[in-house]
């Protein structure tokens, strides 16, 4: 059961989108997100989910993985779509009971809020869907290098990640492994209510978080076996380097940026 | 020894206790030992000899709390040179999940040359090369925790290699290995030997693994006990035995056969080597 985990939410492609450099996918999430929050109208809302659903057909990634995704960001989309139409203020009243009164405003807003919310969680998905792990974080080292400068710990932090990422396929093997020994001692952990069951990871948890301990200063020593010594000086097998495409892409970005801000200023 | 490699003057070592009033308890003491350029040495001990710890003194983990280290020519307390020492002695650890660093094979791989800053072009050739002498090359974009015990530790072998190491010390590699894996392990011990010309020095307590070394030490409680060839070291069975050690299979036939009056050779290491005495013995 634990072994349909998945690292994060990668489909390996070789699509044009998988092929870009993570730091050009990185700035074009950002430059999107902006477009997005500068989006009023309904025609700016068209362009920018254009440009989403030609970069999910270029990317090749199914429409059944991006709304799988949305399923938990159902609620908030409901709540958040729900307030909007009932207090957004208008004087076009379509229906009104009680306290409440519903307007022709509190629709547009309840709608492109929904849309907004839903584009921007697939805006995200674009990134994390067709980028490894190990791009990613390559990728966000190399954007904050210039953060070296105010002392923030950049390699360090994405040693880290990239370790954290790493030990996931392990730790979940080990939890695998005690949970089966656990059972096979007669420990149940798929009955009773929610509190039982939390309970029932208890022995789980301990032994695990133990072993990590154990595995970290292993690795840590293998580390320092094949010469770690830190950021400083170090060199990579893979280097990033940004192609043609890249530029395409980003421009391709703040194009869709400034169109919706030029839409915003003719009042669309 | 004039091509003397690994040179350790009575190095005597305890880890520091966490309280102040416990006394702490050597863990080695006064180990003496000279390892040639190019030699294959098997240093045997039963669990808390002492020889894991001895392993740790030879690329810098440790530092000793008496007498010298010296590799290369460096003293390992010397820590301008401590890069330098950890780049020629390379170390393969137990527990091949612990000591792979990253998600793809290749990666994991470049490290060592990553850290020494080795230029992008060459960490590439260097990773290559490494993974074909482990065997490993086709799997080269693979993640490690979905190979086999074997193959991860061949590729933490390949981690190793590609920092083109003069020495390595391998810390009882085949330990968590099925028997297909332990084979393999061997096989390229031998072949970094042989073909490669690297130093070996082998942690183990398998003695079929002992027997293939050109030179075995035997430790006990922190201490050197025994030192030579592995055809001299494996007839002293009674000693041996009271180390807590097993002699391998061929050499405890022929010791019950000679307690028993057969006139047979002890120094029988291999399979046929022992048949091809036994039927010398009988065909008289």
Redesign the interface.
């Known amino acids: 059961m634990l072994r349909d985990i998945t690292l994060g939410q990668f489909f390996p492609g070789s699509t044009v989108v998988h092929r870009l450099d993570p730091r050009t996918k990185i700035m074009m999430v950002v430059v999107y997100i902006a477009a997005l929050f500068n989006a009023k109208s309904w025609v700016s809302y068209g362009v920018v989910l254009a440009f989403l659903v030609f970069s999910i057909a270029v990317s090749r990634i199914r429409l059944s993985a991006m709304l799988r995704g949305l399923k938990p960001i159902v609620f908030i989309v409901v709540l958040t779509s729900l307030l909007n139409l009932l207090y957004a203020r208008g004087e076009d009243v379509i229906a009104h009971w009680w306290i409440f009164t519903i307007t022709r405003q509190g629709v547009k807003a309840a709608i492109l809020m929904a849309a907004r919310l839903i584009m921007l969680v697939m805006g995200t998905f674009m990134l994390t869907y067709t980028t490894s792990p190990i791009m990613l974080t390559y990728g966000l080292e190399l954007l904050m290098n210039p953060l070296k400068k105010l002392k923030v710990p950049v390699h360090e932090l994405a040693m880290m990640m990239s370790m954290a990422l790493r030990l996931i396929p392990t730790l979940i093997e080990e939890t695998d492994k005690i949970m089966s020994a656990q059972k096979a001692r007669g420990a149940e952990f798929d009955t009773g209510n929610l509190i039982e069951k939390a309970k029932a990871m208890l022995p789980v948890l301990v032994p695990l978080f133990l072993s990590s301990f154990r595995r970290a200063d292993e690795l840590a020593t293998a580390m320092e076996a094949r010469c770690y010594h830190g950021g400083e000086g170090r060199t990579r097998l893979n280097v990033l380097k940004f192609a043609r495409r890249d530029y395409l892409a980003f421009a391709a970005g703040l194009l869709l940026l400034a169109a919706v801000i030029v839409l915003a200023r003719l009042g669309l | 020894m004039d091509n003397t490699v690994i040179k350790i003057d009575d190095l005597t070592f305890f880890y520091t206790p966490d309280d102040e009033d416990t006394v702490p308890e050597d863990v080695l003491s006064g180990v003496s030992l000279e390892i040639g350029q190019g030699s294959f040495v098997a240093v045997l001990g039963h669990n808390g000899s002492g020889k894991s710890t001895l392993a740790r003194h030879l690329?810098a983990?440790l530092l000793p709390k008496g007498g010298t280290v010296t590799v290369f020519g460096m003293d390992t307390k010397d820590e301008e040179l401590m890069?330098e020492i950890?780049?020629r002695v390379?170390?393969v650890?137990q527990?091949p999940?612990?000591?792979?660093?990253?998600?793809?094979v290749?990666?994991d791989v470049?490290?060592?040359?990553?850290?020494?800053?080795?230029?992008?072009p060459e960490?590439?050739q260097r990773?290559d090369e490494a993974l074909k002498t482990v065997g490993m090359y086709k799997y080269r974009t693979h993640?490690p925790?979905l190979l086999s015990g074997g193959q991860k530790q061949r590729i933490a072998i390949a981690?190793?290699l590609a920092?083109r190491p003069k020495c390595v010390v391998f810390d009882e590699p085949t330990a968590m290995l099925d028997p297909q894996g332990r084979r393999d392990v061997m096989k390229i011990i031998g072949r970094m030997k042989n073909e490669l010309g690297s130093t070996v020095i082998l942690i183990t307590h398998h003695m079929e693994e002992a027997a293939l070394a050109d030179r075995v030490v035997v430790m006990s409680d922190g201490k050197l006990v025994m030192d030579g060839p592995p055809r001299e070291i494996f007839t002293h069975v009674e000693e041996l035995e009271a180390l807590g050690l097993t002699v391998p299979g061929t050499v405890k036939l022929m010791w019950e056969l000679r307690r028993r009056g057969l006139d047979v050779p002890l120094s029988t290491l291999t399979v046929d080597e022992c048949a091809a005495a036994l039927a010398d013995h009988f065909g008289k």
């Open positions: 690329n983990l890069l950890r780049r390379g170390m650890f527990n999940d612990n000591q792979i660093v990253s998600n793809v290749e990666e470049a490290f060592a040359p990553e850290n020494l800053g080795v230029p992008t960490i590439r990773v993640a925790h981690g190793v920092m």
